[in-house]
Each structure stands twice: as structure tokens, then as C-alpha cells.
């Protein structure tokens, strides 16, 4: 078995398969590697062969192809010669389709109408040109009376006013033709290029050294664009004493201009188009991850709005929390008299990937067709033994959310991706996966519980202003109570945050943190509370701002919203 690896180098000339007898083959897809970005296309099929030279012509293939992709395998004594690929734009044109039939014929028939009103309109334009040349009677020596002037003056007004008007009726009717054709002319392009969309062609010279017919097994494998998977979740908890049953899914779309039928399909995380050379690393370096991540993320929202929207998670998926999942396909809008795109075009997010690049094998055979459409994918699933948490942040958002903590994450090979959440057969809302975190424990949120009561009060006799004749002392005081009113005992991560000074004349004194946990670098404060059931929990948290009384400070946080400007 001879391999060949095609790089743009190997693009021979036509004349290499000059005089050799050409065997058109359109195979079937046999699988799939579907890329993040990107598909791997393999066909498989046996082939008879003549002795000596043979030219393989695959029809029928994707024109997303990449040349410096192609593989191909032929089993026997067997060698390849020569190998190319190329454009058929002629290829879909032998399909039959009533509907660019009946185009065509309403072209043909509105032209031919549009010919007729132009004809009509040289005729009247040629007509009055005569007029205008001839408006002259009598002759140099030879006058005429006044009746005879005022019969000629009175036909040359009435008929130049009736051709007038019949030419701004025809060139009206022109124009509306005109504006028809166009269309028609539109419509039809958009019916070609469904119907008959150029494909692309993989050419293979071939030599059997047999002395007789041989057939052999061929393999032929090449990447193409315009194709990919997106990974989905659904989490699902009964209640908090289950485990957690974790739905891995995929979207898969496909806009290579060819179906896929009843594929074996595969998913990968790697990179399609990774290179032939041996690796080399580079230096690995560590330094203090940033929070802000993790910060901007609100367990019910997705990431806030100041957040970059390539970390959104939601740009491919056009779907927001707290409403039910979207159903699969995209809407595109037509603008008038302007031809749609020949595929819809589909956007991409970055997101961050292991090193190792993980593989999942779909069991069930599965048609994606070639209209850019996400497409749902039974990955795998998991049931996940998970510990049951509440966080709550009263200072962003007023109930409690539970979050099933998960270790063993890492052997998961999830990729991060929104999550549809259903707690107690209910759905919930969307979460978030992120797998960016460096911890042991995959923190999962599951959504809002209403039996939390979680209330943050200012205690106005303990907020103060005083100042003195250089400086201002700002004291602010907050009461949070939580009430738990399941019939169970629960575990809450309570979360609060004093503000950081970066000005040394500015200071920021804790007061009562109710036994807190206080991280001088953010400024969060954490209270791991056990709180039993029916009963409620209070903390105190207090604090002090102090800075010279003649300079101004933001005290304050506030959250940025849009509002109608009038």
C-alpha cells in the first residue's frame, strides 16, 4: 500500500494526464472528523483498475476543499503518479430543477416583452425626430395663409403631445420591466447556486503493474472549511440529595455544499491543519491569573456586559437566560433586490482548549445537510457524584444560587460551552461550563432557589459622615440575613467585598466582618455558613473609607445599564 501527502507543490500540469483513459468516480462519504473548525472528509470504496495508467476523477466533492490536505491510499501494487484538484463549475448544471426551468422561462418571456416596449419607444422618439425636421411648410419664395399654418401648427402640438405621453408611459413600463428582470435575474442566480453550485474535483494518475484488471481499495481523505461543532450541555438534578446527570452534546453544522448522509461521525479538538513538523516547546511560564474572568461571569446572565464577547459563550448560540433553549436554525433576512449570501454565514468564539487534544466517537450514524444549520449531536453523558453548595451575593443579585461542585473534572474532556440547567424537572435557566479554572473542583451552577430568602439591608444609624478640617470619614454598614426554609440543612458561600485602595492617601478600614474571610488583594469577604432548617443567619459587615476632605472619591459602585436617551 502506497501513500501519497499532497502539498501545493505536487499541483501538476493538465498534460501529465494527457492520453490516459479517465474514470469518473463520485464516491459516498464514508466518515467524519469534525473539527471546532474545520471537517475531515474520508471516502472509501474499491476500484477497478486497467493494467498501466489510470486517471481516478472524483466528482462531486466539496470546492471547500483544501489541496494541501489531500490524502489518498490505493491498496495492491499500485502507484500514484500524479494528483491535482480543480473547480467544476459545470458539474451541477446536468440537474434537473423545475424551478430554474420556470425561471428561465420567465426571463426569456420578460426580456423578449422589454425588447417589444424598447422597439415601441425608438419608433415614437424616431417619429418626433421626423417631426422636428420637417416642421417647415411652404418654401423660400412661396408662403403660406394662415389657415394652412394654423392646421400644420395645431398637428405638429397634438401629435408631439401625444407621443410625449406615450413615451413616458413606455419608459415607465420600461422601467418596471427592468426592475423584473433584475429580480428574476437574482432569484435565478440563488436557484443555480443551490441547485447547481460548482464542486470541487480531485484527479489521480495512477499506474497497475498488474498485467490484468485488479480491483483495488482506495481511501481518499482531505479537509474542508465552512464546517465545525460547538459543544452543549444539559445539566439535570432531581434534588439535592441526587447526583448530577451531565448531557454532553454537540452542534454540528455543515456548510461545505455537500450533504452528509448517514455518516460515521467523530469530534475532535484538534487542529485540522496542523503541521507535518516535529513540535518544539517553548518556554511555560506562571504568573497570578486574573479574577476578572471568573468576576464577570453572573450565574444567571453569562458574563456581564463590560465582559469581551468573544468570552461570551453566547454569540453562536443567539440565546439568553432564563428562557427556554432556542430551536436549532438561524433566520436570515433578505434585503430587497440584492442577492442573499450563497451559505449563511456562521460566527466563531475563542475559547481556550487542553494541549491534548480529546476525540469523541458518536455511536448513532447521524444526516447533517449542507445548509450551515447547527445540528444536535448525542455525545455521551455522565452521572457526576456532586456536592451541594449555595452561594449567594446579595450585593449583585438578591437570591441564592445552587452549585453542584464536581472533582475529577479534568478526565471529562468537556470544552467550555453554555449549558441548559433543569432542577426538580424544571428548566432553570443557562449556565455557563468554564473550564479556565486551575482548581480541582468544576464549580457548576444550577440556578436561582427561591427557598434561600437572602436579604442585604443598609443600617442607616451606623452610616456616617464626618469630617475634619483635612479629612473625610465615610463609615458604611450592611446587615445580610439568610433564611433557609427547605426542611434540610444547607451549606451557603456567602460573598461580600469591601472597596481596595490604590492611592495611599486614601484608606479603607474594616470594622466587623462577622468572622469573614477577607482577601486584602480584591477585597472579597467569604462566610461559609451552615444554616439549619427553618432557622435564619446574620453577619455585620462594616467598613470605613477615610481620604483628604478637599479631593473627591467615588465611594460608591454602581452597575452600567442603557436607558432611552429622549
Do not use: C
Amino acid at each position: 500500500m502506497k501513500t501519497l501527502v499532497v502539498t501545493l507543490a505536487l499541483a501538476f500540469a493538465g498534460n501529465v494526464f494527457a492520453g490516459d483513459d479517465e474514470q469518473k468516480v463520485q464516491p459516498e462519504i464514508s466518515s467524519v472528523i469534525v473539527y471546532l473548525t474545520g471537517a475531515e472528509i474520508m471516502h472509501k470504496q474499491p476500484v477497478t483498475l486497467n493494467p498501466g495508467r489510470n486517471e481516478l476523477v472524483f466528482v462531486g466533492l466539496s470546492s471547500k476543499l483544501l489541496p494541501k490536505s489531500i490524502q489518498f491510499t490505493a491498496s495492491g501494487d499500485v502507484s500514484v503518479l500524479a494528483i491535482s484538484n480543480r473547480i467544476d463549475y459545470l458539474f451541477g448544471q446536468k440537474k434537473s430543477d423545475d424551478r430554474v426551468k420556470q425561471l428561465n422561462d420567465s426571463l426569456v418571456l420578460m426580456q423578449d416583452q422589454n425588447d417589444i416596449t424598447q422597439g415601441q419607444i425608438e419608433a415614437l422618439e424616431g417619429e418626433k425626430q421626423l417631426l422636428n425636421a420637417n416642421h417647415r411648410i411652404g418654401g423660400a419664395e412661396k408662403g403660406v395663409t394662415a389657415a394652412e399654418l394654423k392646421l400644420n401648427a395645431d398637428f405638429y402640438a397634438a401629435r408631439v403631445a401625444e407621443i410625449n405621453a406615450d413615451l413616458v408611459k413606455l419608459r415607465r413600463k420600461n422601467v418596471n420591466q427592468q426592475s423584473v428582470i433584475t429580480r428574476i435575474r437574482l432569484q435565478l442566480t440563488e436557484a443555480n447556486r443551490a441547485t447547481n453550485p460548482p464542486m470541487g474535483e480531485i484527479r489521480v494518475l495512477l499506474s497497475n503493474s498488474a498485467a490484468a484488471k485488479v480491483t483495488s481499495q482506495i481511501e481518499l481523505r482531505y479537509v474542508v472549511s465552512d464546517a465545525g461543532w460547538a459543544p452543549s450541555y444539559d445539566l439535570i438534578s432531581e434534588d439535592v440529595s441526587k447526583p448530577v446527570e451531565l448531557k454532553y452534546r454537540a452542534k454540528v453544522f455543515n456548510n461545505t455544499l455537500v450533504d452528509w448522509k448517514n455518516v460515521k461521525m467523530r469530534l475532535s479538538t484538534a487542529d485540522p491543519m496542523r503541521s507535518a513538523s516535529a513540535p518544539e516547546l517553548a518556554a511555560w511560564t506562571l504568573n497570578f491569573e486574573s479574577d476578572n474572568n471568573r468576576n464577570n461571569y453572573n450565574y444567571d446572565k453569562g458574563y456581564n456586559d463590560n465582559a469581551p464577547a468573544s468570552m461570551s459563550g453566547q454569540n453562536l448560540y443567539n440565546q439568553k437566560a432564563g428562557a427556554a433553549p432556542v430551536q436549532e436554525g438561524q433566520v436570515y433576512q433578505q434585503q430587497q433586490y440584492k442577492p442573499q449570501v450563497q451559505q449563511p454565514q456562521v460566527q466563531y468564539d475563542a475559547i481556550q482548549v487542553s494541549e491534548l487534544s480529546a476525540e469523541f466517537d458518536i455511536k448513532q450514524q447521524y444526516d447533517i445537510p449542507a445548509d450551515g444549520k447547527p445540528y444536535i449531536v448525542d455525545v455521551t453523558a455522565y452521572t457526576l457524584n456532586a456536592t451541594y453548595q449555595y452561594r449567594a451575593v446579595p450585593k449583585m443579585e438578591k437570591e441564592a444560587f445552587l452549585m453542584a461542585r464536581i472533582t475529577g473534572w479534568e478526565e471529562l474532556d468537556l470544552v467550555e460551552g453554555p449549558a441548559n440547567v433543569y432542577f426538580g424537572g424544571t428548566y432553570v435557566g443557562q449556565s455557563y461550563i468554564n473550564t479556565r479554572t486551575v482548581e480541582d473542583t468544576l464549580d457548576l451552577s444550577l440556578g436561582r432557589d427561591q427557598k434561600l430568602v437572602v436579604t442585604r439591608t443598609k443600617l442607616k444609624e451606623f452610616n456616617t459622615e464626618k469630617s475634619t478640617s483635612s479629612i473625610k470619614k465615610e463609615t458604611y454598614s450592611y446587615e445580610i440575613v439568610i433564611k433557609n426554609t427547605r426542611k434540610a440543612a444547607v451549606q451557603v458561600d456567602l460573598r461580600d467585598q469591601i472597596p481596595v485602595s490604590q492611592n495611599s492617601e486614601i484608606i479603607v478600614e474594616k470594622t466587623e466582618l462577622s468572622k469573614g474571610e477577607l482577601d486584602l488583594s480584591t477585597g472579597e469577604v467569604k462566610w461559609n455558613l451552615t444554616i439549619p432548617p427553618g432557622e435564619s443567619v446574620k453577619v455585620i459587615l462594616t467598613y470605613s473609607i477615610k481620604y483628604p476632605k478637599n479631593k473627591k472619591v467615588n465611594t460608591r459602585k454602581y452597575k452600567t445599564r442603557s436607558r432611552a436617551a429622549f
